[in-house]
């Protein structure tokens, strides 16, 4: 298992301050649903639970494209709590129970969770999973037992395409803005219709144009 590279947040005035997030290279997610398994062995869900799912993008069906021969296209883009700046999640929650942390994560609070099941259709990107043997709701909470012992999340180690990148995107060092740096790729986010100052900070990047008929995500400039 690898570590967190450690890295201080800018020292600018007017820092952002830190924000964990995962960066996806589109280009090198082959659909494996490693990241979703190791997800769910690592919180001890169970199978109906899935914090990280990965949806293939065109035809909305497992591994099959959209579109007629010889115009196919599909790919697939693993989806996990975006770890919104200003989470809608939390501000639907009447219970106090999701909560911005310091290092940027949003998290469930299951001593405060009711299971009303207020927040998963408060949040735009469909990332909330519910637990119903225990009327609790889960996201990803980016392996909080594993940061607190200097490990990555868990997806990001058993992706075998090397798909997943973790870090602070405000630090100029961190290992997710140094992939983002390696090659000239466009940088996206998740589309979903929320609230626009959702800010969500997850990213992912690919050299290859967005197709006309993908709504699912849209370009930023980082």
Not at 4 to 29: F, K, M, S, V
Not at 37 to 65: A, W, Y
């Amino acid at each position: 298992m690898s570590s967190i590279t450690t890295t201080q947040p800018p020292t600018e005035t007017n820092n952002p301050g830190t924000q964990l997030a995962l960066l996806i290279d589109l280009d090198r997610c082959i659909g494996c649903h490693a990241c979703t398994v190791v997800c769910q062995e690592e919180h001890g869900d169970s199978r109906e639970v899935q914090r990280l799912k990965v949806p293939t993008i065109g035809s909305g069906h497992h591994d099959i494209p959209a579109g007629v021969y010889p115009d196919v296209w599909m790919y697939f883009q693993p989806r996990m709590c975006q770890h919104c700046s200003n989470p809608p999640c939390m501000e639907a929650c009447r219970y106090d129970a999701i909560k911005k942390r310091e290092d940027g994560v949003v998290e469930i609070i299951e001593s405060k969770c009711t299971g009303c099941n207020l927040c998963p259709p408060a949040c735009p990107y469909d990332v909330i999973a519910i637990n119903y043997e225990e009327a609790l709701v889960a996201m990803c909470d980016m392996c909080s037992s594993r940061l607190k012992v200097d490990l990555q999340p868990a997806c990001a180690d058993a992706c075998p395409g090397d798909a997943i990148f973790f870090g602070d995107i405000n630090a100029q060092d961190s290992d997710i803005n140094a992939q983002k740096q390696r090659l000239p790729k466009q940088a996206y986010v998740l589309s979903g219709g929320g609230q626009e100052n959702d800010q969500p900070s997850g990213r992912y990047q690919s050299q290859k144009p967005q197709h006309k008929e993908d709504s699912s995500i849209q370009p930023v400039d980082d």
